[in-house]
C-alpha cells in the first residue's frame, strides 16, 4: 500500500490516538457562557478562576488535609517494614 493510500480515512484503517484527538478537537466547540444561580449550578464548570480576599475557613483544618499514594508505592509495607516515600508536591 502507498503513503498516499495509508493517509486516506477508512473502515480498515487504523487511527493513532493523536488523530482521533484532533479529529474531536476539531469538531466540537466550546459552549457559550451561562448565568446560572449558585444552587442551580451542579455539574457546571466556570468560564474564569475566582479569588477571595480571604482564606475559607479562616483557620487550619487538618481534616482535610491528607495524601494520595499509589498502591504498588506501598505493596508490603507493613507496621514493622514501613514504605518510605517522597513528597513530590503540594496542592
Do not use: K
Not at 495509508?6 to 480498515?12: E, L, R, V, Y
Not at 493513532?16 to 479529529?23: G, I, N, P
Not at 495524601?67 to 517494614?81: C, I, L, P, Q
Amino acid at each position: 500500500m502507498s503513503s498516499a493510500g495509508q493517509d486516506t480515512a477508512g473502515p480498515d484503517r487504523l487511527w493513532s490516538v493523536d488523530e482521533h484527538l484532533q479529529d474531536v478537537l476539531t469538531t466540537v466547540r466550546p459552549l457559550e457562557p451561562i448565568e446560572l444561580q449558585l444552587l442551580d449550578a451542579q455539574g457546571c464548570v466556570l468560564v474564569e478562576d475566582i479569588t477571595v480576599p480571604l482564606s475559607l475557613p479562616p483557620f487550619d483544618n487538618s481534616s482535610m488535609d491528607g495524601y494520595a499514594v499509589r498502591v504498588a508505592d506501598v505493596a508490603g509495607a507493613s507496621e514493622e517494614f514501613p514504605a518510605a516515600l517522597e513528597v513530590v508536591g503540594d496542592v
